[in-house]
């Protein structure tokens, strides 16, 4: 009987211990802007005067690193947002944005200009984002935002879970 016990023991230990690994597995996005959407982008931050850096093919501007933790592509994340259009005519025209409250999302659900520079980010920073179409919403149409959008985010990293 005191074996059978100890057994029982050994192997319900042995199958809590032993659990699935859940790792991320999620890919970074490899997609790059086209030469004529990254010197859109850049005709734009000239005009403007917006010194920015690029990945891709498209341009941030870090105000404030944050501190803390970054995201990975599998976190998710809380964020306060706002977004506007960048297309000529559109420019400023505003089509999103969080409204005090921030936002729960995961990241690798987000459009991959999104995915590829808030993992700069830590908790509490804040980034501007100039999106071309091929890292933000292509040639779909979302309400307010016409197909092949240029796209400014102004994102806050409120936490990262």
Known sequence: MKNLFLLCISASLLFTSCKKDEGCTVSNPTTVASAAETAYLQTYLSANAISASSTHGMFYTISNPGSGTSPNLCNAISVNYTGVLINGTSDGAQFDATTGTPISLTLSRLIEGWQ??????KTGGTVVLFIPPSLGYGSR????????????????????Q
């Open 141 to 160: 149409a979302n309400p307010g935002v016409p197909a092949n959008s240029y796209l400014k985010f102004t994102i806050t990293l409120v936490s990262v």
């Open 116 to 121: 590829l520079v808030l993992p700069l980010l």
